[in-house]
């Protein structure tokens, strides 16, 4: 009799198991482990109960073929403490199948002395017919469990469970995102040990779908697939190392069916069937269940990756609603006082007939002004927004000079820039023509140039201008407080920031509609920095159409000291 303590992993060994069925089932009634085998043997999946030693649905037959009363069963004579030594057993399984399984039952005792738990190991005596492909009710299933859950990764263990054994030894899904990475969301195999070796295989060498004679013409494809897999010949085509070999011919070769996981015209990846028996084809209507599958899956991913998206855009604006109607209030609050105290001045000074000194009210008027500028500055941006949204941002172009426009921006600038103590340099030799929309332009430069003092913690800030051929160029540059390399691609979308709003204030827009504007006159705009060391924003432009001769006569002399390379 086996002895059991406290936390012992089953007493097998993984690898011995390859076509044993195994299981290790609590005096309780708890199922600890039921391997796959044991799956296949009694044809249910791994139940979590048992009761009085009965697997679920599961009858063993006398050799009359009237089954035996349930405490003769061998677990449950196990579970009793007797030691059932190896026999040949007929069971019957609840898909109606007489089995032949030759196995042991073994009681387990624990640390007090009393049975804790038994051991069944069975080996089938002659091969099993190939289960009945019940398809309606695999898809049933998988709908089931996939409608279960809005964690939809979460679901896609289980989902292989549903085809593993039934379908094939082994089952990977692999997905793409929509920039061509590729990962293993999971796997599975019936076999312990080939499970845990292909998962390090996976995880070591992950699929890559550049390198050609794999699975890799699935995802680009988004055709089905029947190959031979970690087979010699497929070793020799795909192993990356020494090491890859080794662990491939571990496994040893599969028959592999490989379905896309399409929806909506996108492939989101592939499912994959693994088959040991390399001479057991798929058949037609396996793949037809499998592409089915594959397509739902997709449907749901997809489905829940939207419902994803939508929730962000949601929390996204709940989060924008709250900084701006905090950043509308700011300018509100000074106006109001000030507009209240001139009003108590102007009461109290007509009650005692004199005249309202005119100073202060140029002085009130001058913050009110100020004021009200920041406050339409706010409602403009987010008026181009609702307007960017709904793709009516029009341009109205005409030929332009960036170096006279930088000048002006740069010109209109000075005075906050001499308030906070921040040098303005313009490098701009050449004047540079081309064909955009004015209003639009400025406002570009503006975005940059005012982040570039609100971000450029007082040193000097560096506008350059130039061209090369038919693109300008305009650089804007500060040594302020910087950027991470981890927020330089978010900064540009809509509602994002690098900076605290207890710090900083803003709406998170200027750079998205920088960007949007930049990208309708056909350029780009890049962000370089590095914290604490300053920002570097790039802008190019194409010219657009303009008489050949601005493009030579007014083109830069030669490479510019500014000129980055890039
Ligand atoms: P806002 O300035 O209103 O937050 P923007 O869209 O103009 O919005 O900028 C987005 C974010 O990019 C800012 O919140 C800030 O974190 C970062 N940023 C923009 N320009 C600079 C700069 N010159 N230096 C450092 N950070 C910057």
Redesign the pocket.
Known sequence: MASLKDGDAPPLSSRVMDAEGWALVEHSGRVVAFNAQASVHFGIPAPTTVEHGRLPGCEWLRSDGTPLPSHEAPLARALAGEQVDTAEWTVLRPDGMRVRLQGTATPVKGGDGRVAAAVLRTRAVEALPAPLLDASRLLAEAGALLGTSVDAEAQLEPLLKLLVPTLGDGALLILMSPDADVSVAASLHVDAGRHALLRELLSRYPPDPTLPGGLSHVFVTGAVARLCVMSDEHVTLTARDAEHARMMREVGPHGCLSVPLAARGNVLGALILLRANVLHAFDAEEERVLAELAHRTALYLENARLLKEAREAVRQRDEFLGIASHELKTPLTPLSLKVQLLQKQVTVLAREGKPVPTERVSETLEVVQRQVRRLSRLVDNLLDVSRISAGRLRLEVEELDLASVAAEILYRFAPAAQQQGTELELHAPVPVVGRWDRLRLEQVVT??LS??L???AGHPVVLSVDARGTVARLT?K?H????APE?LAR??ERF????SDRH???????????RQIVEAFGGTVL?Q?EPGQ??T?TLELPRGDIPEEWLTAHAAPGPTSESEGG
């Not at 302020?480 to 950027?483: L, R, T, V």
């Not at 900083?504 to 920088?514: A, D, E, N, V």
Request: overall charge negative.
């Open positions: 975005n940059l982040n570039a609100k971000y450029g804007v500060d302020g407080i910087g950027i927020d900064i540009f994002e920031r690098a900076v900083y204030g803003g709406l998170g827009l200027g750079l998205y509609i920088t962000a920095s300053g920002s924003f």
